[in-house]
């Protein structure tokens, strides 16, 4: 798992791939979803993250379309975390809360303020 970690870092996913699969552990199977992410098979990536939290599998979720399961997954309490509550409640179209979730994530990373004023996800916020 951690030498497919490497491979992933590095952007060969194929190795990645083989390392994961050689792996056969339950966190090998969660990256694995990472890089149905980066090879735009969301639904997939959906199945591998299945019953996980955290951000990968919350942008998963993001994707597939399944905004209940993005949010469910979403359990810290952290600017990415925030950042991607805020994207949901956009998606639903939820002004307030995606500017309240923005204003939440921005606050603790300055970084994610820049980032947000490009992001399509908040088109409809700003």
């Known amino acids: 798992n951690a030498t497919g970690v490497v491979a992933l870092r590095n952007s060969d996913y194929a190795q990645a ?5 050689n792996a056969g552990t339950p966190e090998a199977k969660e990256n ?6 980066y090879n735009g098979n969301y639904k997939a990536a959906a199945e591998k993250l299945a019953g996980t939290t955290g951000a990968n599998a919350a942008i998963a ?6 905004l209940n399961a993005a949010s469910k997954a979403l359990v810290d ?12 409640a956009a998606r639903k179209g939820d002004v307030t809360g995606a500017r309240k979730f923005l ?13 947000a004023e490009t992001d399509i996800e908040f088109a409809s916020v700003r």
């Open 103 to 115: 204003s939440e994530a921005t606050s603790k990373c300055k970084c994610l303020k820049e980032r």
């Open 32 to 37: 694995m979803g990472v890089i149905d992410i």
């Open 61 to 66: 979720n993001i994707l597939n379309g399944d």
């Open 77 to 88: 309490n952290d600017p990415k975390s925030d950042y991607l509550r805020a994207i949901i």
């Open 17 to 21: 791939a083989r390392c994961f699969a």
